[in-house]
């Protein structure tokens, strides 16, 4: 069974921290995704991947980076989380043109 | 730049109606594919249906229906005989190349 594993559910960070999260898919896909999902924005794309040590902008990167070391692992870095970044995070992942592959979604609070 | 318009915040339907929701995109690739997500209230993305651009023919999944307009540039999602399980946000999402964009949704409630 396809599967999009985000290493947590639910985070609580500081002001300040370096907060890493994680995604590993199991399904060879070359292409990866992080968005942001929150009420009334819909989910706006922060970074995105099409293959390894590949990186691309989304529509909102600021504030962000991404690490692609491995096929199979996106992970998506907030340098130095502010409460403005609380929100709920999903990761991605597809073969070129193909449906998306969702992660559960990491819900993470900066306080 | 590709861009996704849902106008529909929100929609309400009376159980075992019709209904549709509305979608627009605006790409310059000229392949492109469009696709229908569904999230519950348990937060899960539900892939629903997707329309090619080359595509002669609507797409169909059971109840879920895509009118695709090309010359419009939308591709609305029609749900037949909508159920209570039915109420959730949907997104519609344009599947480019490679950048993957979607659009703000659109919050179905259905009455019984």
């Known amino acids: 069974d396809v599967k999009v594993t985000q290493s947590s559910r639910y985070l609580v960070k500081r002001t300040g921290e370096k907060v890493f999260l994680e995604c590993v898919q199991d399904?060879?896909?070359?292409?990866m995704f992080w968005y942001r999902q929150d009420p009334g924005l819909g989910l706006r794309l922060i970074y995105f991947?099409?293959?390894?040590?590949?990186?691309e902008k989304g529509d909102i990167p600021e504030g962000y980076s991404v690490s692609r070391e491995k096929k199979e692992r996106f992970s998506l870095i907030l340098e130095s989380a502010s409460t403005n970044q609380t929100s709920m995070y999903l990761c991605?992942?597809?073969?070129?043109?193909?449906?998306?592959?969702f992660g559960s979604g990491t819900q993470l609070s900066v306080l | 730049a590709q861009k996704i318009t849902q106008t529909q915040p929100g929609m309400f339907v009376q159980e075992k109606e019709a209904v549709t929701l509305d979608c627009t995109y605006d790409?310059?690739?000229?392949?492109?594919?469009l696709f229908w997500y569904k999230q519950p209230s348990s937060g899960e993305m539900i892939f629903l249906i997707y329309?090619?651009?080359?595509?002669?023919q609507n797409a169909t999944e059971g109840r879920y229906s895509l009118n695709f307009q090309k010359a419009r540039k939308s591709a609305n999602l029609v749900i037949s005989a909508s159920q209570l399980g039915d109420s959730a946000m949907y997104f519609c999402m344009d599947g480019g190349y490679q950048k993957v964009t979607f659009g703000t949704g659109t919050k179905l409630q259905v009455i019984p």
């Open positions: 329309q090619g651009s080359y595509d002669q």
């Open positions: 399904m060879d896909h070359e292409n």
């Open positions: 790409t310059s690739d000229p392949s492109y594919g």
């Open positions: 991947s099409y293959d390894v040590k590949m990186k």
């Open positions: 991605a992942s597809s073969f070129q043109g193909e449906k998306l592959f």
